[in-house]
């Protein structure tokens, strides 16, 4: 246990260091030729980016070593119950509270809140996006309960995304376009990922690379498909007052 503790460690401060040391020397780059900032704003950088780091270490440890073992024996627990109903409703409350817990989800609720002066309300679109990535979730959890295919799920989302586009209020649209991306964070795509994978596999007969992946695509259309089903109801509503 020990050895493959020290393992990750190695695996996940390298990982890091990838990540952050090009962003490092390119801002030093920049400060050189370009920036020249003074050395006490270049001080508070580099604290704020060692800072950065250290959390950003910290946090993909803690996914490695305790999340996605986690998530793959959720997954595996609930692959082996015969109710798929029991399966299904899981999905739906693991979806939701995930997606509740994400921080870049937050981030943008406020942010939409912020840019819109309040008009656009954050905890209306932080429900919005709970809601629809815990609907997607649990047909994901279906479908890999009855092996469905992957494209039987996502055309006809995409489809509805289209028709949904045209009926929807235009400042939706474009929190719906980003909205995809932040569902998709750090939780989603080690928790839910994992949690499919398990699930998959514990069920004997499917393949988890056919069946298990794939999860993050529905998650990403999640969002999309509820912030923008909000925006035909503020349309609606918007409508009917006129």
């Not at 909000?230 to 007052?241: A, R």
């Amino acid at each position: 246990m020990t050895g493959e503790w020290i393992a990750e460690i190695e695996r996940t401060a390298l990982g890091v260091m990838v990540a952050i040391v090009p962003l490092l020397l390119l801002f030093l780059s920049f400060q050189v030729f370009l920036l020249r900032l003074p050395q006490r704003e270049v001080a508070d950088i580099l604290k704020g980016t060692v800072i950065a780091a250290v959390g950003l270490f910290l946090f993909l440890l803690g996914i490695g070593i305790g999340f996605l073992p986690f998530g793959r024996a959720v997954g595996a627990a609930l692959g082996g119950l015969d109710e798929t109903w029991l399966f299904v409703l899981a999905g739906l409350l693991l979806g939701l509270l995930t997606a509740w817990g994400e921080p870049a989800v937050r981030i943008l609720a406020q942010q939409v809140e912020e840019a819109s002066s309040g008009s656009i309300r954050g905890p209306m679109v932080l429900y919005a996006v709970c809601v629809g990535v815990a609907f997607w979730v649990a047909l994901g959890m279906l479908r890999i309960a009855y092996g469905i295919p992957l494209l039987y799920l996502l055309v006809p989302g995409y489809l509805l995304v289209i028709v949904l586009m045209w009926f929807s209020d235009r400042d939706f649209v474009m929190i719906a376009a980003d909205a995809g991306g932040v569902a998709t964070g750090p939780l989603a795509n080690s928790f839910l990922l994992a949690l499919a994978l398990g699930a998959s596999a514990a069920m004997g007969d499917q393949d988890p690379v056919v069946h298990g992946f794939g999860f993050v695509a529905l998650i990403a259309l999640a969002p999309i498909t509820s912030v923008m089903a909000l925006g035909f109801l503020v349309q609606l509503k918007t409508s009917i007052k006129e």
